[in-house]
């Protein structure tokens, strides 16, 4: 859950453990959130052995080790700041316009920009796609460099080109990108 963690209500019940990076969306690099039900704590029934460290976890209160204060503070912040607008369901409202006018772009460009992702598991916050000349990555990735948008080189085993638009991203940063997608088809399309 590390890419979509606290960027929409999830119903943890539905889970019997949840783990996840929170540097995508929670906090600093190298906090983990872990969320395990109570009946695996302590058991590795077709899990993993490694839900049995756990259970130290929650025998001593989850405070078995010196816990990683810093990194607590700054998801406390980021918690906070997720209440301060209106709890997950509103964040969820500002993730899906952002992924909506992203993918929308890419859908509406007659297969100049192509999504390699089926229609009904499009992630809200990692947009990977191509261009249908794939000459022409590079080049995009260059001008968006030059206009400080950065890291959109496409992820390893995909190619093309990959927008990351976490909760951190504000709407203006994905309109940003929006309109340089839409000049560079005007100019090469």
């Known amino acids: 859950m590390s890419s979509n963690f606290c960027s929409k209500p999830v119903d943890v019940s539905k889970f019997g453990i ?19 039900r109570k009946d695996l ?40 700041d997720l209440l301060n607008q209106g709890g997950l369901v509103e964040v969820e409202k500002k993730n ?10 890419i859908d509406n460009s007659g297969g100049f920009y192509r999504s390699p992702v089926e229609k009904s598991v499009r992630s809200l916050m990692n947009v990977p796609f191509t261009l249908e000349k ?22 390893r085993s995909v190619g093309g080109m990959r927008a990351s638009i976490y909760n951190a991203m504000p709407l203006a940063g994905v309109e940003k990108l929006v309109a340089l997608m839409k000049d560079f088809q005007a100019r090469h399309g």
């Open 18 to 36: 949840i783990y996840a990076g929170a540097q995508k969306n929670v906090g600093p690099s190298g906090v983990t959130i872990v969320i395990v």
């Open 134 to 155: 794939s000459e022409l990555e590079e080049e995009f990735i260059k001008e968006a460099s030059k206009e400080k948008m950065v890291q959109l080189k496409g992820h």
């Open 41 to 80: 704590i302590g058991k590795a029934q077709g899990i993993t052995p490694v839900m049995l460290d756990y259970k130290i976890h929650a025998d001593n209160g989850s405070l078995y080790n010196t816990p990683p204060c810093y990194g607590i503070y700054m998801c406390g912040l980021v918690f906070e």
């Open 96 to 105: 899906v316009r952002k992924a909506q006018i992203l993918y929308e772009t």
